[in-house]
Protein backbone atom coordinates (compact mmCIF):
# COMPACT_ATOMS: atom_id res chain seq x y z
CA UNK A 1 0.00 0.00 0.00
CA UNK A 2 1.58 3.62 -0.96
CA UNK A 3 0.69 5.20 2.08
CA UNK A 4 1.12 9.25 2.43
CA UNK A 5 0.85 11.67 5.40
CA UNK A 6 -0.35 15.13 4.68
CA UNK A 7 0.40 17.55 7.49
CA UNK A 8 -1.45 20.71 6.34
CA UNK A 9 -3.44 22.98 9.06
CA UNK A 10 -5.58 25.05 5.97
CA UNK A 11 -8.39 22.66 5.32
CA UNK A 12 -9.15 23.57 1.92
CA UNK A 13 -5.40 23.09 0.59
CA UNK A 14 -5.38 20.01 2.54
CA UNK A 15 -8.53 18.19 1.01
CA UNK A 16 -7.37 19.56 -2.65
CA UNK A 17 -3.51 17.64 -1.98
CA UNK A 18 -5.99 14.60 -0.69
CA UNK A 19 -8.61 14.34 -3.10
CA UNK A 20 -5.36 14.56 -6.24
CA UNK A 21 -3.00 11.80 -4.40
CA UNK A 22 -6.28 9.43 -3.89
CA UNK A 23 -7.03 9.75 -7.26
CA UNK A 24 -3.35 8.82 -8.38
CA UNK A 25 -3.69 5.96 -6.03
CA UNK A 26 -1.98 6.35 -2.73
CA UNK A 27 -3.59 5.97 0.34
CA UNK A 28 -3.82 9.32 2.80
CA UNK A 29 -3.03 10.13 6.26
CA UNK A 30 -4.35 13.50 7.02
CA UNK A 31 -3.01 15.69 10.23
CA UNK A 32 -3.71 19.37 10.55
CA UNK A 33 -0.30 19.68 13.48
CA UNK A 34 2.86 18.55 13.79
CA UNK A 35 2.30 17.05 16.71
CA UNK A 36 -0.29 14.82 15.21
CA UNK A 37 1.79 14.20 12.26
CA UNK A 38 4.59 12.99 14.13
CA UNK A 39 1.94 10.64 16.40
CA UNK A 40 0.63 9.40 13.30
CA UNK A 41 3.89 8.58 11.66
CA UNK A 42 4.65 6.41 14.91
CA UNK A 43 1.89 4.56 14.42
CA UNK A 44 2.09 3.46 10.99
CA UNK A 45 5.75 2.35 9.91
CA UNK A 46 3.99 1.83 6.70
CA UNK A 47 4.14 5.68 5.44
CA UNK A 48 6.71 6.54 3.16
CA UNK A 49 6.48 9.75 2.42
CA UNK A 50 5.30 13.01 4.09
CA UNK A 51 4.09 16.17 2.57
CA UNK A 52 4.64 18.86 4.92
CA UNK A 53 3.41 22.20 5.04
CA UNK A 54 6.10 24.98 6.61
CA UNK A 55 3.39 27.58 8.65
CA UNK A 56 1.61 25.83 11.35
CA UNK A 57 0.43 26.68 14.83
CA UNK A 58 2.69 24.75 16.84
CA UNK A 59 6.15 23.72 16.00
CA UNK A 60 6.78 24.38 12.18
CA UNK A 61 7.32 22.04 8.98
CA UNK A 62 10.97 22.00 9.43
CA UNK A 63 10.77 20.90 12.92
CA UNK A 64 8.70 18.25 12.43
CA UNK A 65 10.76 17.23 9.65
CA UNK A 66 13.53 17.10 11.20
CA UNK A 67 11.74 14.57 14.34
CA UNK A 68 10.74 12.63 11.36
CA UNK A 69 14.66 12.48 9.83
CA UNK A 70 15.33 11.10 13.55
CA UNK A 71 12.76 8.52 13.37
CA UNK A 72 12.59 6.95 9.87
CA UNK A 73 15.59 7.80 7.51
CA UNK A 74 13.93 5.87 4.71
CA UNK A 75 11.24 8.50 4.50
CA UNK A 76 10.53 11.20 1.61
CA UNK A 77 9.68 14.38 2.48
CA UNK A 78 8.34 16.85 0.49
CA UNK A 79 7.65 20.41 2.13
CA UNK A 80 4.61 22.63 0.87
CA UNK A 81 5.85 25.97 0.84
CA UNK A 82 4.20 29.54 0.16
CA UNK A 83 7.22 30.94 -1.76
CA UNK A 84 10.37 29.77 -2.73
CA UNK A 85 12.18 32.09 -0.62
CA UNK A 86 10.86 30.02 2.10
CA UNK A 87 13.27 26.93 1.42
CA UNK A 88 16.19 29.24 0.10
CA UNK A 89 16.10 30.82 3.55
CA UNK A 90 16.69 27.69 5.65
CA UNK A 91 19.08 25.61 3.23
CA UNK A 92 21.52 26.48 5.75
CA UNK A 93 19.83 24.47 8.47
CA UNK A 94 18.61 22.09 6.05
CA UNK A 95 16.04 19.49 7.82
CA UNK A 96 16.33 17.14 5.66
CA UNK A 97 13.69 17.52 3.15
CA UNK A 98 14.27 15.41 -0.39
CA UNK A 99 11.79 18.25 -2.38
CA UNK A 100 9.69 21.31 -2.00
CA UNK A 101 6.99 22.16 -3.92
CA UNK A 102 5.27 25.99 -3.62
CA UNK A 103 1.79 27.00 -3.57
CA UNK A 104 -0.17 27.17 -5.66
CA UNK A 105 0.85 24.08 -7.37
CA UNK A 106 -1.16 22.01 -9.98
CA UNK A 107 -2.33 18.47 -8.86
CA UNK A 108 -0.29 17.06 -11.87
CA UNK A 109 2.81 18.79 -10.77
CA UNK A 110 2.04 17.46 -6.66
CA UNK A 111 1.10 13.69 -8.13
CA UNK A 112 4.35 13.41 -10.22
CA UNK A 113 6.91 14.66 -7.52
CA UNK A 114 5.34 12.41 -5.25
CA UNK A 115 5.81 9.45 -7.53
CA UNK A 116 9.60 10.47 -7.87
CA UNK A 117 9.79 10.17 -4.35
CA UNK A 118 7.71 7.33 -3.83
CA UNK A 119 10.02 5.31 -5.91
CA UNK A 120 13.02 6.70 -4.57
CA UNK A 121 11.79 5.91 -1.00
CA UNK A 122 11.38 2.47 -1.88
CA UNK A 123 7.92 2.72 -1.86
CA UNK A 124 7.23 0.86 -5.04
CA UNK A 125 9.45 -2.25 -3.83
CA UNK A 126 6.14 -4.27 -3.89
CA UNK A 127 5.03 -4.97 -7.62
CA UNK A 128 4.04 -2.01 -9.33
CA UNK A 129 0.10 -1.54 -9.60
CA UNK A 130 -0.72 -2.94 -12.87
CA UNK A 131 -3.77 -1.32 -13.18
CA UNK A 132 -2.60 2.71 -13.85
CA UNK A 133 -0.40 4.25 -16.32
CA UNK A 134 1.09 7.43 -15.16
CA UNK A 135 2.15 10.28 -17.48
CA UNK A 136 2.09 13.35 -16.36
CA UNK A 137 -0.77 15.25 -17.31
CA UNK A 138 -2.35 12.00 -17.90
CA UNK A 139 -3.48 9.17 -15.30
CA UNK A 140 -4.94 6.26 -17.22
CA UNK A 141 -6.49 3.76 -15.72
CA UNK A 142 -6.95 0.39 -16.99
CA UNK A 143 -9.32 -1.41 -14.42
CA UNK A 144 -12.40 1.53 -15.11
CA UNK A 145 -10.39 2.38 -18.71
CA UNK A 146 -10.65 6.57 -17.67
CA UNK A 147 -8.10 8.74 -18.47
CA UNK A 148 -7.30 12.25 -16.31
CA UNK A 149 -5.09 14.92 -17.41
CA UNK A 150 -4.12 17.15 -14.31
CA UNK A 151 -6.93 15.04 -12.61
CA UNK A 152 -10.08 15.88 -14.34
CA UNK A 153 -11.54 12.57 -16.59
CA UNK A 154 -11.11 13.17 -20.11
CA UNK A 155 -14.25 11.53 -21.43
CA UNK A 156 -13.30 9.09 -24.20
CA UNK A 157 -15.04 6.07 -26.55
CA UNK A 158 -13.69 3.42 -26.13
CA UNK A 159 -11.54 3.46 -29.59
CA UNK A 160 -10.05 6.65 -28.20
CA UNK A 161 -9.26 4.74 -24.91
CA UNK A 162 -7.46 1.80 -26.45
CA UNK A 163 -5.00 4.37 -28.82
CA UNK A 164 -4.15 5.93 -25.60
CA UNK A 165 -3.50 2.97 -24.10
CA UNK A 166 -1.21 1.70 -26.76
CA UNK A 167 0.38 5.19 -26.74
CA UNK A 168 0.94 5.01 -23.21
CA UNK A 169 2.38 1.88 -23.51
CA UNK A 170 4.85 2.68 -25.48
CA UNK A 171 6.39 6.34 -24.97
CA UNK A 172 8.49 8.08 -27.81
CA UNK A 173 8.24 4.96 -29.68
CA UNK A 174 6.93 5.55 -33.56
CA UNK A 175 3.21 3.70 -34.51
CA UNK A 176 2.69 3.06 -37.76
CA UNK A 177 -0.87 3.62 -38.28
CA UNK A 178 -1.40 -0.28 -39.23
CA UNK A 179 0.47 -0.68 -36.12
CA UNK A 180 -2.36 1.37 -34.58
CA UNK A 181 -5.34 -0.43 -36.65
CA UNK A 182 -3.98 -4.05 -36.60
CA UNK A 183 -4.06 -3.10 -32.73
CA UNK A 184 -7.06 -0.91 -31.59
CA UNK A 185 -9.41 -2.46 -34.15
CA UNK A 186 -8.26 -6.01 -34.54
CA UNK A 187 -6.48 -7.65 -37.12
CA UNK A 188 -9.69 -8.69 -38.87
CA UNK A 189 -10.57 -5.15 -39.52
CA UNK A 190 -10.70 -4.64 -43.30
CA UNK A 191 -11.42 -0.45 -42.63
CA UNK A 192 -9.69 2.07 -43.89
CA UNK A 193 -5.99 3.54 -42.56
CA UNK A 194 -7.75 6.93 -42.67
CA UNK A 195 -10.12 5.82 -39.65
CA UNK A 196 -6.89 6.33 -37.57
CA UNK A 197 -5.92 9.92 -39.00
CA UNK A 198 -9.44 10.35 -37.79
CA UNK A 199 -9.71 9.14 -34.04
CA UNK A 200 -5.94 10.83 -33.61
CA UNK A 201 -7.64 14.11 -34.81
CA UNK A 202 -10.53 13.59 -31.96
CA UNK A 203 -8.40 12.91 -29.51
CA UNK A 204 -6.18 15.42 -30.16
CA UNK A 205 -8.83 17.53 -29.55
CA UNK A 206 -9.71 16.13 -26.17
CA UNK A 207 -6.52 15.76 -24.48
CA UNK A 208 -4.40 18.50 -26.13
CA UNK A 209 -3.78 21.82 -24.95
CA UNK A 210 -3.65 23.35 -28.54
CA UNK A 211 -4.97 20.54 -31.12
CA UNK A 212 -2.81 22.65 -33.93
CA UNK A 213 0.45 22.19 -32.23
CA UNK A 214 0.30 18.76 -30.73
CA UNK A 215 2.58 17.76 -27.95
CA UNK A 216 1.67 14.70 -26.65
CA UNK A 217 0.41 12.44 -30.02
CA UNK A 218 2.70 13.41 -32.62
CA UNK A 219 3.14 13.15 -36.03
CA UNK A 220 5.62 10.72 -38.01
CA UNK A 221 5.49 12.26 -41.66
CA UNK A 222 4.56 9.48 -43.73
CA UNK A 223 4.34 6.63 -41.33
CA UNK A 224 2.09 7.08 -38.10
CA UNK A 225 2.00 8.81 -34.57
CA UNK A 226 4.12 8.42 -31.79
CA UNK A 227 3.54 9.79 -27.80
CA UNK A 228 5.51 11.94 -26.41
CA UNK A 229 8.95 14.01 -27.69
CA1 LIG B 1 -0.08 26.60 6.98
Redesign the pocket.
Known sequence: MKKILVL???ENIRSFVVINLRRAGYETIEAETGEDALAALKADPEIKVALL?I??PGIDGFEVCRRMRAMDNRLGVIMLTARAQEMDKVTGLMTGADDYVTKPFSPAELTARVDALFRRAGGDTEAPAADEISAPPFLLNTRNRTLEKNGQRVKLTQVEYSIVKLFMENPGKALSREEILDTVWGKDYFGELKIVDVNIRRLRIKIEDNAQKPVYINTVWGYGYKWGG
Open positions: EDEDML
